[in-house]
């Protein structure tokens, strides 16, 4: 495989670069275009309704006009504040006349304020809850010390049954003194419903003198007629319009659907309007104890600018809303998109392992050399069965020649065609140690597909290998009809593994002996360092010479395993003369026999351990 690395154009880092850029392009984009849109015209519309960067001043002068009839004592709490600030904090009344002025600077009358402080018309985007009136101002409705017990005593009854039921309460006191349960967790057994609501029934004295002349206002401002009355609860929570004629009574909560027949109009358009009409009328009672609005300007010492800041109109968060659920759906969608192109050649991959096919190489990128790397991973494990298939041949093959011999002699050595002698038990042990020898190095034949076949080479007497080898197939030649000799010329003695060697030269002999017809002979030779097995068999063809050390390989196809053997004997002989830092060489004619030439390294070029 290819180790060069991934061109970055064809990266994957460089696509999910590159979709992550332009995403991140489109979101910044479309948010500045939002973000200078909508300030702009947030801006120019709702600077009026901005605040200071501090909300706590509003809610300071807040809650003194709450409990004050007048600005007269706000004087040093402003001065203390726009200390602490570094601003300067001005109050000018609706006419712009200066109220306090907590440091001189440019006049301020065509300003625009920061807020109007008004206790009794909040502004709901600065104190972010629902109540227009702030509830520290209480003015009539505040509630004497001596009055406060009976008060007291009826809300922690409502406590203790509360508490007595499982529902945890306590008690907190209003600005006006009076004291309200505020219950908290779950209610699972219904206690709130035994307990009621003592604390919220009981009214004081002067709490019912403020109520009576606020039902009065209400009711007039509803235009009910001198027989009904609009009775407001002590909390301002609920009301009920009553009807002073003993026996005639009719209620109308907030969300009632039942009609008021006898009033002439439902019972939600009541509701509806008692809820103004109950705000009014609290706001002219309360007036009087309250300070009267201020404008309220917030602005540097020395220029006069006012650092204001702005709330968001209901349409601009509509539309921050939906440019920004488009750019989070425009990013999901090219993302699932990018994501599924990037993941379909993984699934393909997957599919291939499933099915064991070759993977579809699809790209240029780490995905596509992954598919190549999977591609050669499947074809090198191919490969490797096929090796282990051929070195179970090659066990078979080079197992069968041993036993087949023990088999020969032993058979013989029953039918009394041999002496059960002392040369015959050499034999059969000299057969038997070649088998054990390649059960252990079946190892040894594996290295040597790998080309890492070791052996251990020591001085070697060749004719007493090659005496060795013709003794052990004797027998085959002679149940073939071939005459097996031997020539070996003077006595050479070389640097080899006498077994190795054994085993290479009757891989030789026992392919001659297989391919020469009865009357033929072999002959095993050895002169110098060159051993020569020659036959007069078939010979081979000159276009099958390049191919007979091919494993598996047979010239003859109509031969069968059994008639011509496994086809590796060529093979492994080769692999053994390289082992030994030899080779082969074979020259053959059609008709007139093979000569196999094996040449080995004189005792000068021989090592303690040769490797191939």
Not at 69 to 78: H, I, R
């Amino acid at each position: 495989m290819s180790r060069s690395r991934v061109p970055v154009r064809h990266s994957l880092v460089t696509r999910l670069l590159v979709t992550s850029v332009l995403i991140a392009v489109a979101a910044i984009g479309s948010t500045a275009w939002l973000a200078t849109r909508t300030a702009t015209r947030a801006i120019n519309q709702e600077q009026g309704r901005s605040l200071t960067e501090d909300k706590g001043v509003y809610d300071m002068l807040v809650g003194y006009a709450a409990t004050h009839p007048d600005w007269s004592g706000a004087g040093a709490l402003v001065d203390a504040r726009a200390a602490g600030l570094g601003r300067r904090i001005t109050l000018l009344t609706e006419d712009r006349a200066v109220i306090v002025d907590s440091a001189p600077g440019p006049s301020l009358r065509t300003a625009r304020p920061s807020a109007v402080v008004d206790p009794l018309d909040l502004d709901l985007g600065l104190t972010g809850g629902d109540a227009r009136i702030d509830g520290r101002a209480v003015g009539p409705f505040r509630i004497p010390p001596a009055e406060r017990v009976e008060l007291r005593k009826a809300a922690e009854s409502e406590r203790d049954c509360l508490r007595g039921g499982g529902v945890d309460a306590s008690i907190v006191e209003q600005p006006s003194g009076r004291p309200t349960v505020v219950r908290s967790g779950p209610d699972p057994f219904a206690v709130v419903s035994r307990c009621g609501e003592q604390a919220a029934a009981a009214v004081s004295r002067t709490e019912r003198q403020a109520l009576r002349l606020l039902s009065r206002l209400a009711t007039r401002c509803l235009g009910l007629d001198e027989a009904f009355t609009l009775v407001v609860r002590a909390d301002f929570s609920s009301y009920v319009v009553r009807v002073r004629r003993p026996g005639d009574a009719a209620e109308a909560e907030r969300a009632s659907p039942v009609p008021l027949e006898y009033l002439g109009r439902s019972a939600e358009q009541v509701a509806a309007r008692a809820g103004g009409c109950v705000e009014k009328s609290r706001r002219t009672l309360l007036r009087p104890y309250v300070a009267p609005p201020a404008l309220l300007f917030v602005t540097d010492p020395d220029d006069g600018a006012a650092r204001t800041t702005f709330t968001l109109s209901r349409r601009n968060s509509l539309r921050i809303v939906a440019v920004t659920g488009a750019v989070l759906l425009a990013t999901i969608l090219v993302t699932v998109l990018v994501g599924r192109r990037l993941v379909r050649p993984l699934r393909l991959l997957t599919e291939a392992t499933e099915l064991h096919t070759p993977a579809v190489v699809s790209g240029q990128d780490e995905i596509g050399h992954l598919a190549r790397a999977f591609n050669e991973s499947t074809a090198r494990r191919d490969l490797a069965e096929a090796r282990r298939r051929a070195m179970v041949s090659d066990v078979a093959h080079e197992l069968r020649t041993p036993l087949s011999n023990i088999r020969s002699w032993l058979e013989a050595a029953q039918d009394d065609l041999a002496p059960t002698d002392a040369q015959l038990l050499g034999l059969l042990h000299e057969e038997a140690l070649l088998l054990q020898h390649i059960i252990d190095d079946l190892s040894d034949l594996a290295a040597a597909d790998a080309g890492t076949l070791r052996i251990h080479p020591e001085p070697t007497y060749v004719r007493d290998v090659l005496a060795q080898v013709v003794d052990s197939h004797r027998s085959t030649a002679y149940a073939a009809g071939v005459d097996l000799v031997t020539d070996v010329r003077d006595d050479p003695v070389l640097p080899a593994d006498a077994v190795r060697l054994r085993q290479l030269v009757g891989n030789l002999v026992s392919n001659a002996i297989r391919y020469t017809p009865a009357g033929g002979t072999v002959t095993v030779g050895a002169h110098g360092t060159t051993i020569t097995v020659r036959d007069t068999g078939v010979g081979i063809a000159p276009e099958h010479l390049p191919r007979i050390f091919d494993r598996f390989w047979r010239a003859d196809e109509s031969r069968s395993r059994a008639t011509g053997g496994s086809g590796l004997g060529l093979s492994i002989a080769r692999k053994l003369a390289e082992a030994h830092g030899g080779g082969i060489e074979v020259h053959s004619e059609r008709g007139r026999g093979t000569l196999v030439t094996v040449r080995l390294p004189g005792a000068g070029g021989s090592d303690d351990v040769a490797e191939v």
